[in-house]
């Protein structure tokens, strides 16, 4: 028996390598996107909660404005 590596077996190897590697990026990649959605739904939330209000007040002052004129 001759110890040497087919190229069979390199192949099959070099695809399961590459396909662990790819399995491991999109990993990342997804990890990476959902926190930045959980990011940016946060901070939505805190513009509606702040904004929401400010908006409310503005629109009414504005129109109390006009009946006092």
Do not use: C, H, K
């Amino acid at each position: 028996m001759s110890s040497a590596v087919t190229p069979a077996a390199v192949t099959a190897s070099a695809s399961v390598l590459v396909a662990a590697g790819v399995f491991v990026a999109n990993l990342i990649v997804q990890y990476r996107n959902e926190r930045r959605q959980m990011e940016l739904a946060r901070i939505n939330a805190q513009l509606r909660d702040l904004y929401g209000p400010l908006f409310a007040l503005v629109m009414t002052s504005a129109q109390w404005a006009t009946l006092n004129t």
